[in-house]
């Protein structure tokens, strides 16, 4: 329970906002929720952002075991509200009033995307920063060939540049992944796609 806090106030202390452009088909029946933005445009960023140094991991390791539980743990929470800059290491947050489709995320509860691979890792022992290019860097990289559920999956704008990453799932096995797809949109079972597709992580390893 203190290490769950800990990394909630770590959260909220990195509520960096994610610039998604994602793809993906839903493979499972998501419930719809009321909250959502029937405008299901995504949101374009700005410029890349530079990416220095990996986050400092504290707590927890890696196991298959302790990934299994992640992948299962995520989705407990399908059919919740993206929300922009929303959930910490405790669950769904408020997000923030970001531009075109996501203008009223600010009243929404939910995640974006890299909030939901926070939550799922916390509840683990392994605490991350809320922004996907920076968890990036938070874990050992990893080869498509050699995907376990758990598996941080990662997608950018500019081929080789992991400056430019804009979204991050959990790979889920059987070529799916859950993921928080962007405003407008729920927590969702989709497939794996690789257009734009940078990379993969293994937090705690």
């Not at 203190?2 to 493979?27: I, N």
């Not at 992948?71 to 009033?97: E, F, K, Q, V």
């Not at 938070?138 to 500019?158: E, T």
Request: glycine residues 18%; charged residues 15%.
């Amino acid at each position: 329970a203190a290490q769950v806090a800990q990394a909630a106030q770590a959260a909220q202390a990195a509520q960096a906002a994610e610039r998604p452009r994602h793809r993906g088909t839903s493979s499972s029946a998501s419930s719809s929720a009321s909250s959502s933005n029937s405008n299901s445009s995504s949101r374009s960023g700005g410029g890349s952002r530079s990416i220095q140094a990996a986050a400092p991991r504290y707590g927890g390791g890696w196991s298959p075991a302790k990934g299994r539980q992640v992948a299962d743990l995520a989705m407990r929470w399908l059919g919740t509200p993206y929300a922009w800059g929303g959930g910490n290491a405790s669950g769904p947050t408020r997000g923030i009033d970001g531009p075109g489709a996501g203008r009223n995320d600010g009243s929404r509860y939910g995640f974006d995307c890299s909030g939901l691979t926070l939550w799922a890792w916390a509840q683990v022992g392994v605490l991350l920063p809320h922004y996907s290019g920076y968890q990036y860097t938070a874990g050992r990289r990893i080869g498509r060939s050699d995907l376990m559920p758990g598996d941080l999956v990662f997608w950018a704008y500019g081929p080789g540049d992991p400056g430019t990453i804009h979204h991050v799932a959990i790979y889920l096995g059987g070529g799916q992944v859950v993921q928080a797809p962007q405003s407008g949109d729920v927590v969702k079972i989709s497939a794996m796609w690789y257009d734009g597709y940078i990379g993969a992580a293994r937090p705690g390893a």
